[in-house]
């Protein structure tokens, strides 16, 4: 399946999705990167990887309307099939996730429904929890909100503060979008209402 990844920055996680599609058997071909950041480390990476990449910014475009517009363009000319976030960190438009609905996953660093938005190491430090962790899910037009493809766990320490505890979520994010991009694109989960539906699996 033809994917195209957008981006804002420091792009480990599309590093990771582009390492996992680099393998023949891998059900998902990453075409192209999106950036709405002209400055993002990412794309570089992309580059270095021979992934074609493409700078849409939100200052060039005269409302967020039109810079999501131009986005879904792009996405026509690369013949995107998936779109996968990977610390894309503006909210897409309504009638944008509309039209990608079932076909945009991302992936946010907590066990969703626990702390949605931003800052989520230190808010889960402040709260205390033991057991922290990254999810992959659909995107749908709330944030942070659409059917859970899947999530990894990883424990907090008691020593631990933001850079190491975000620095063992994002080792767990770097194993679980490939995993997560790979059921999806070879068709194993599909979105189906408020949750994602599984099948194809041995018993
Ligand atoms: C990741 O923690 C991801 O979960 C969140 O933003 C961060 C992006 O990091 N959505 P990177 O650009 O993939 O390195």
């Not at 039209?99 to 946010?108: D, E, L, P, S, V």
């Not at 190491?164 to 979520?169: D, G, H, I, N, P």
Request: charged share 20%; net charge neutral.
């Amino acid at each position: 399946k033809r994917t195209v990844i957008l981006i804002s920055g420091r792009g480990s996680n599309m590093a990771a999705l582009i390492d996992a599609a680099a393998d023949p058997a891998f059900p998902a071909e990453i075409v192209g990167v999106i950036s709405d950041q002209a400055n993002a480390l990412g794309l570089g990476i992309a580059a270095s990887r021979g992934v074609a990449t493409k700078v849409i910014t939100r200052a060039d475009h005269a409302s967020k309307d039109a810079h999501d517009a131009a986005i879904d363009a792009a996405l026509a000319t690369f013949g995107a099939e998936i779109v996968a976030l990977a610390g894309y960190m503006r909210l897409l438009t309504t009638e944008f996730v509309e039209k990608w609905q079932g076909r945009m996953i991302n992936i946010h660093p907590a066990l969703l429904p626990s702390f949605k938005g931003l800052d989520t190491h230190s808010r889960a430090l402040d709260a205390g929890i033991r057991v922290h962790g990254c999810t992959v899910h659909f995107v749908t037009p709330a944030m942070d909100d659409g059917p859970i493809i899947a999530q990894a766990a990883v424990p907090v320490l008691i020593d631990d503060d933001e850079p190491t505890l975000s620095a063992r979520v994002l080792r767990a994010e770097h194993r679980l979008y490939p995993l997560a991009l790979k059921l999806f694109a070879e068709g194993k989960v599909r979105m189906d209402g408020r949750r994602s539906a599984f099948s194809g699996f041995a018993e």
